[in-house]
């Protein structure tokens, strides 16, 4: 985990949010990237989790989990593309 985040920080200068000892979130121009200890997800800010949730759903996006909240205070949906590279819907409360 450190190596990657060494990486992603220092080497391609992407500006980390947050770290711990199985995670890191990253910037990427808005959008976060974040590091889980032997999973790549991206994560998906938006205003509204529920919201995009219903939109993309009828898109035809298969989602894994419906929005909850979170003990972090987010609230997130989880969806796997294609590829099953997993991304996650997140908002928080205003």
């Known amino acids: 985990m450190k190596k990657a985040v060494d990486f992603y920080e220092n080497v391609l200068g992407l500006k980390k949010t ?3 000892s199985n995670y890191a979130i990253f910037d990427v121009g808005g959008v ?3 590091l889980q200890l032997e999973k790549f997800t991206i994560f998906l800010l938006v205003d509204d989790v529920d919201e995009a949730y ?3 759903k009828e898109k035809g996006v298969k989602f894994v ?3 909850k909240d979170q003990y ?3 609230r997130t949906a989880e969806f796997a593309d294609p ?3 997993k991304f996650v819907l997140v908002s928080f409360k205003r």
């Open 18 to 20: 947050g770290e711990w």
């Open 54 to 56: 219903t939109t993309y």
């Open 83 to 85: 590829d099953g590279n």
């Open 72 to 74: 972090w205070g987010g």
């Open 65 to 67: 989990t419906e929005p």
């Open 32 to 34: 976060e990237f974040a």
